[in-house]
């Protein structure tokens, strides 16, 4: 099915155009992404880790308590943490005391130093990432980072700013309506590549970016 028709499809079911693109989300410019500091990747990628599989709004809750107990994310101090600190840590009621979390911390305070020694900045390596290989950013997050895979290094992308389709249950079943999906697996390499190849050609063919797209596809089915 051409992109115009599935556009029209969400449309219609959010009662027209405009209170389609009222629901949009908007992607950053590369000038706003570079501007991001490194010490936000790092929060970021401990709140969607922390948020995984948990009451998102006990997270929110003890935010400040994260930024107080975690150094503010300072990479490099982070990075350093002695397992003393660590067990410390473990015992600190500011934050959900979740051990193997704590220590996913420690290890993406690492991940960020290194790109940030390699390319600059976490922001910088994000930024130069072309949209049209963004499974491939998934797929370096998930294997270099600490527990980022599958929607938790979607989720700190699009929640900074990086132009990234979330593969919500929503847009699963449009991908698979559509037939760019078979069965249950997305997170397949194979799977990866079609959704990959899809969302390029409805990019090409509407102009539009990457989280307009994956929101059009959700609003279209549910």
């Not at 990019?203 to 990457?210: D, M, T, V, Y």
Request: proline share 4%; glycine share 8%.
């Amino acid at each position: 099915m051409s992109w115009k028709s599935i556009e029209a499809r969400a449309a219609k079911r959010m009662g027209g155009a405009p209170a389609l693109e009222a629901e949009l989300p908007r992607a950053k410019s590369r000038a706003a992404l570079l501007r991001i500091p490194d010490s936000r990747w790092l929060a970021e990628m401990t709140r969607s880790v922390f948020q995984a599989g948990f009451v998102w709004r006990v997270i929110e809750s003890k935010w400040p308590g994260f930024e107080a107990a975690f150094d503010g994310f300072d990479p490099a101090k982070v990075a350093r943490y002695s397992e003393n600190k660590l067990a410390q840590l473990k015992a600190d009621e500011r934050i959900v005391r979740n051990p193997q979390k704590i220590r996913a911390t420690r290890d993406n305070a690492l991940f960020v130093c290194e790109l940030a020694k390699k390319h600059g900045s976490v922001a910088r390596f994000v930024a130069d990432w072309p949209e049209t290989d963004i499974v491939g950013l998934w797929r370096e997050l998930k294997e270099r980072g600490a527990r980022l895979g599958g929607f938790t290094g979607q989720f700190v992308l699009r929640h900074l700013g990086k132009d990234t389709p979330m593969l919500t249950d929503s847009v699963l079943k449009a991908l698979r309506v559509e037939g760019v999906l078979e069965g249950k697996n997305a997170s397949s390499q194979a799977a990866q590549r079609r959704i990959q190849e899809a969302f390029n050609g409805w990019r090409e063919e509407s102009g539009r970016s990457l989280c307009e797209l994956s929101k059009i596809l959700a609003l279209s089915v549910d």
